[in-house]
T-cell receptor
Framework: DQQVKQNSPSLSVQEGRISILNCDYTNSMFDYFLWYKKYPAEGPTFLISISSIKDKNEDGRFTVFLNKSAKHLSLHIVPSQPGDSAVYFCAEGSGANNLFFGTGTRLTVIP | ETGVTQSPTHLIKTRGQQVTLRCSSQSGHNTVSWYQQALGQGPQFIFQYYREEENGRGNFPPRFSGLQFPNYSSELNVNALELDDSALYLC??????????????FGPGTRLTVL
């Protein structure tokens, strides 16, 4: 049973435009939400996070939005750059020590 | 500051064999978590070690076992390998077993192929 879903396996965006990556979850007990970026032959790298008491968190070009009623998480990247091309995973935690990851979305930013 | 390292990078085994994967945690980190990432999937939590004791386990059978050493490095052992065990195995270290999850720093992974 997949508790965290990323329904878009891939996304292509022109350089300079906005990239929007989406994630849906089913467990209402999740209280911490994260995005990781993964390049080939490397482990996931933490990008940005948000706790359940907030609905938005910004860090430079990256903004994460949380809609708790819809159990939906999104990551906005503005402006998108070719170096942003990678696989993006959303992950959720519930105060325990493990994270639940989505299946990932491959972002390609076209120069 | 040395990041999380894993060895070996790649490994090929046959069904029924046993395998040991190794992880060195980032300097100062006392907690290590192991994840399995099958092709086309996200990482799945196997277990976590904190101060040499298992501190939580995901939905994996007992043939997946681990160790953590006094220097906080860790091993993942898998017995009686099955074809479905073919995956990328990721190790992540953190300063503590709880708290902000962005403290989890991942290694590059070990690619295991079971034939």
């Amino acid at each position: 049973d997949q508790q965290v879903k990323q329904n878009s396996p891939s996304l292509s965006v022109q350089e300079g435009r906005i990239s929007i990556l989406n994630c849906d979850y089913t467990n209402s007990m999740f209280d911490y939400f994260l995005w990781y970026k993964k390049y080939p032959a490397e482990g996931p790298t933490f990008l940005i996070s948000i706790s359940s008491i907030k609905d938005k968190n910004e860090d430079g070009r990256f903004t994460v939005f949380l809609n708790k009623s819809a159990k939906h998480l999104s990551l906005h990247i503005v402006p998108s750059q070719p170096g942003d091309s990678a696989v993006y995973f959303c992950a959720e935690g519930s105060g325990a020590n493990n994270l639940f990851f989505g299946t990932g979305t491959r972002l390609t930013v076209i120069p | 500051e040395t990041g999380v390292t894993q060895s070996p990078t790649h490994l090929i085994k046959t069904r029924g064999q046993q395998v040991t994967l190794r992880c060195s945690s980032q300097s100062g980190h006392n907690t290590v978590s192991w994840y399995q990432q099958a092709l086309g999937q996200g990482p799945q939590f196997i277990f976590q070690y904190y101060r040499e004791e298992e501190n939580g386990r995901g939905n994996f059978p007992p043939r997946f076992s681990g160790l953590q050493f006094p220097n906080y490095s860790s091993e993942l052992n898998v017995n009686a390998l099955e074809l479905d065990d073919s995956a990328l195995y990721l190790c992540a270290s953190s300063l503590s077993p709880s708290g902000a999850y962005n403290e989890q720093f991942f290694g590059p992974g070990t690619r295991l192929t079971v034939l």
